[in-house]
């Protein structure tokens, strides 16, 4: 090739990448997208200060450092990566990460739907005692309100557990339990209270938008859609990053003593209208010990967890930190007695905080909104008199 080709090519060359330059070079910091990620980056930082200020051991503060990528990474699964044109299920928790107070004993799923769409949910209840749909919007403070809940009683399934559940503007001629949407968007919350993982069979469930079909094209992202779903994530991460300062009781309030709550207490986006609890913080030494007693109920589903002060459910699928209705004894004079300690002990109804000298614990009920919960007993002991303690109180 002539000296002139080899001039030509290399001028082509040179132009394409000054224009690749140019492009990569553009006023990209305008972008809204790239506002809101700097916004959640400041915002990580500001919860890292909190969480070191709060923090009083070394073992708080490093699991602090993960409870925070831990929630951003749940926030941005369930809430940033949701896509109403075509909606998917998002687990909020996964084998090891159990944050924002959630039931250990149970499967939460989050979707993020639009009122411009009409959407059916399809599945079977499975075998669980307790399962819900609640769907919600934002509101202008942040927080969420419901607009529509459906459990295991009104969701009205087949005789097989198959149920359909519509979600749209206008009741539909299809049958199918139905929650009635309007203009903006949302999010759905599934919750599945599990009492026994080995033996329950879990709900299957999935979404379709009405009238579209698989793979029918979908417009590309746009700067403002990716911006609007950063700043979702940052919202739920606030919200869960911070729930140890604004869910009552707060570590700063006298630990070992219980106190009760339902969701008219705690809003729409925490907990659903079939929930009651009883919420307390506990404060033990490696060599004390939590006597926890307490009546048994006569309702659909109960359990009581430890969590971490940050309100984590520690490796809770390697340690008892929870324990369900099917999974207690019942003492002779039929009260229910839990021994509460840094590691497991020879007790039928033990639990551990995984060696935190503090954090929460949580009575949930799924009842009757009038249900009147009894507040447990707390009792610190000298570990090694937990045992034979509560064994004498339940006459063992």
């Known amino acids: 090739m002539s000296r002139i080709g080899w001039w030509l090519i290399a001028m082509v060359l040179a132009s394409a990448s000054s224009a690749e330059q140019g492009e990569a070079g553009a006023d990209f910091e305008q972008l809204e997208s790239v506002k809101a990620f700097d916004e959640v980056v400041a915002a990580l930082g500001q919860m890292r200060t909190m969480i070191l200020e709060d923090s009083t051991s070394e073992r708080e503060a490093a699991e602090g450092m993960r409870f925070l990528l831990r929630t951003l990474a749940m926030s941005q699964e369930v809430t940033g990566d949701g896509y109403p044109q075509a909606p998917h299920f998002a687990r909020m928790d996964s084998r090891r990460r159990k944050i924002g107070g959630d039931n250990p004993n149970a499967e939460y799923d989050n979707l993020v739907w639009s009122g411009a769409y009409d959407y059916k949910i399809s599945g079977n209840v499975g075998t669980v005692d307790h399962f819900s749909f609640q769907a919600l919007v934002r509101e202008p403070s942040g927080r969420s309100r419901s607009i529509g809940y459906v459990n295991e009683r009104t969701l009205e399934p087949d005789a097989d557990g198959n149920f359909t559940l519509w979600l749209t503007r206008e009741k539909p001629e299809a049958p199918g339990a139905w929650i009635q949407t309007s203009g903006g968007d949302g999010t759905m919350l599934v919750r599945q209270y599990i009492g026994d993982r080995v033996t329950e069979e879990l709900p299957r469930f999935e979404i379709e938008v009405v009238g579209r079909k698989l793979l029918d094209p979908l417009p590309p992202s746009t700067d403002a859609e990716v911006a609007a ?130 954090g929460f614990m949580t009575f949930r009920w799924v009842g009757e909104r009038d249900t009147k919960a009894p507040l447990p007993t707390v009792t610190k002991v000298p570990l090694a008199e937990a045992l034979e303690r509560a064994r004498k109180l339940g006459g063992r």
């Open 229 to 358: 779903g950063i700043r979702g994530t940052l919202l739920a991460m606030g919200g869960l990053g911070r729930l140890h300062h604004y869910v009552s009781p707060t570590l700063a309030e006298p630990p070992n003593q219980f106190a009760l709550r339902n969701s008219d207490d705690f809003g729409a986006d925490i907990s659903s209208a079939d929930n009651l609890y009883v919420i307390g913080t506990y404060g033990i030494a490696e060599d004390e010990a939590l006597i926890v007693e307490v009546e048994p109920m006569a309702v659909r589903y109960w359990n009581f967890a430890i969590e971490n002060p940050w309100h984590e459910s520690v490796d809770y699928l390697q340690r008892k930190t929870a324990r369900t209705h099917d999974d207690v004894t019942l003492d002779a004079d039929g009260k229910i007695r839990f021994v509460i300690a840094h590691a497991p002990v020879d007790h039928v109804n033990y639990l551990e905080t995984a060696g935190h000298r503090r």
